[in-house]
């Protein structure tokens, strides 16, 4: 069975950092894509960042380039979300997700796989 874990998530100021990891099971998930997604409050679930199978390529949703950065350690099976400079409007659920397949997708239906996601929350 193909499992998903997030974990990281928690309260933090505006400016503060936090690293997400989300570490699969069940499956040799070296060549997947990996992508963050997020739902904040009231809104819909978007995407933040995706890696290739190898580290790259990377691609990142405006709102948080140069302030996020994904990497992955295959060895580990775990991706990860390295979140700098945190704004409240980063507050949300964020969520990991797998994919076969080489594109980096910022669309959320191609992803196969889903983690139960983690709450991130920035206070001002």
């Known amino acids: 069975q193909v499992q998903l874990v997030e974990s990281g998530g928690g309260l933090v100021q505006a400016g503060g950092s936090l ?6 099971s069940g499956r040799t998930f070296s060549t997947w894509v ?16 995706g890696i290739g199978w190898s580290g790259s390529p990377t691609a990142y949703a405006d709102s948080v380039k140069g302030r996020f950065t994904i990497s992955r350690d295959n060895t580990k099976n775990t991706v990860y979300l ?3 400079s945190l704004e409240p409007e980063d ?3 964020y969520y990991c997700a ?3 397949g080489a594109r980096v997708a910022i ?3 191609e992803y196969d796989y889903w ?3 983690t709450q991130v929350t920035v206070s001002s």
């Open 107 to 109: 669309n959320e239906q």
């Open 98 to 100: 797998g994919k076969t």
């Open 91 to 93: 507050t949300a659920v």
């Open 19 to 24: 690293r997400l990891s989300c570490a699969a």
């Open 82 to 84: 390295q979140m700098n």
């Open 34 to 49: 990996k992508g963050w997604f997020r739902q904040p409050p009231g809104k819909e679930r978007e995407f933040v960042a």
């Open 115 to 117: 983690g139960q996601g």
